[in-house]
């Protein structure tokens, strides 16, 4: 019982590397947003990593426009800066200088067997850099440098949570208990499709609804999404169990109207609704739920300068317990070890 009710620390973080998109919003910032209006939520870091977002190469001013406009969105889809600490990696330079010291304890053998890493480095053969390699290098520091005892993921990052209790670990054994071993809270949507069907939705892939999208190209997008592959003429009968729309027809229709999921489910096997009926329907629903969102989300982008003041808020909150880390882990490894007061 006690257990149970204990707080916990939670941190996560998303990459301004674009537009926030349908995975992004239902497999994390949408369950971030639950935890916080839960009746006794736990203390809840979510940071915008624009280091991570360096590994990928983008135009000059991309990342710092990124940034704000990822801000806009995670205000916009109801995070609150005062209830929780929403803050920019950046901001905590105690992220990279806690990253070094991991660095030298993660092993290569471990970094390379990172699926993540394969992934990446295949999309971006041109620039398969470093950082990109190290990635849950920084990731462990991110965590750990608040001692968060749970991480919300999706299935993409469990295995380098792996690497953050074993940087966790490591150091543990050599420089004495310090850090917690976190673990991984695994998202209720650890891994929506893109519209493609196939590939996981992705920032980086080019098969994504983002949530700032207009309307009219909502539509369009849903109009070629990939349904049932097996579905090749309009009379087949479907099969929503392996649809993609059927599974966003949960998320969008099944709240407000759990008999009419039902419908749909029952009227695709039948082949009495067909792909183009149930994907308009869809478009719908999906608008009537994103409306607002894009609204609050072209307001806040709007005023960049209030979202500066918002990042500030959060820099304070994390840098306070950022140092007080740093100061024992620097003492306990032994570099710049103070002078003791007399
Ligand atoms: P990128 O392509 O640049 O890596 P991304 O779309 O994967 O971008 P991230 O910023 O890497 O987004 O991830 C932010 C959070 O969103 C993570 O918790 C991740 O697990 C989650 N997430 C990303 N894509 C999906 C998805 N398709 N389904 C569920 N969760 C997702
Ligand atoms: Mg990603």
Request: net charge neutral; proline share 6%.
């Amino acid at each position: 019982m006690a257990e149970s009710m204990a707080k916990h620390r939670i941190f996560s973080g998303i990459q301004p590397t674009g537009e926030p998109h349908l995975g992004n919003y239902l497999g994390a910032i949408r369950q971030w947003v639950e935890q916080q209006d839960a009746a006794a939520p736990h203390d809840a870091l979510y940071s915008i990593v624009d280091y991570h977002a360096l590994t990928i190469e983008m135009d000059t001013g991309a990342l710092d426009r990124h940034t704000l406009d990822l801000m806009a969105s995670l205000v916009a889809c109801g995070l609150d800066p005062a209830r929780v600490t929403l803050f920019r990696q950046s901001d905590v330079p105690e992220h990279t200088e806690l990253g070094w010291i991991f660095s030298c304890l993660a092993a290569m053998g471990d970094l390379q067997r990172m699926t993540q890493f394969k992934d990446k480095a295949e999309q971006n053969r041109d620039n398969i850099n470093v950082g990109l390699f190290t990635y849950p290098v920084l990731q462990a520091a991110d965590i750990l440098l608040y001692h968060a005892d749970l991480v919300p993921v999706g299935d993409d990052q469990v295995q380098h949570l792996e690497l953050v209790r074993e940087c966790a670990r490591r150091f543990n054994r050599r420089f004495g208990e310090t850090f917690p071993e976190p673990q991984p809270l695994l998202s209720k949507v650890p891994r929506l499709k893109g519209l493609d069907g196939s590939a996981k939705m992705s920032k980086s892939k080019g098969n994504t609804v983002a949530l700032s999208e207009p309307p009219e190209q909502i539509r369009a997008k849903l109009k070629v999404a990939v349904t049932d592959p097996a579905r090749l003429r309009r009379n087949d009968p479907g099969h929503p169990e392996v649809c993609n729309v059927f599974t966003l027809h949960g998320f969008f229709t099944a709240p407000h109207d759990p008999a009419r999921l039902g419908a749909i489910e029952r009227d695709c096997r039948s082949a009495a609704l067909g792909c183009v009926d149930c994907k308009k329907e869809l478009a719908d629903r999906m608008l009537e739920h994103l409306g607002p969102i894009r609204e609050r989300q072209a307001a806040l982008r709007a005023r960049p300068d209030d979202l500066r003041d918002l990042l500030e808020v959060g820099r304070r909150k994390a840098a306070e317990i950022a140092r007080a880390t740093m100061e024992t882990v620097r003492e306990r490894i032994g570099v710049r070890v103070p002078r003791r007061p007399r």
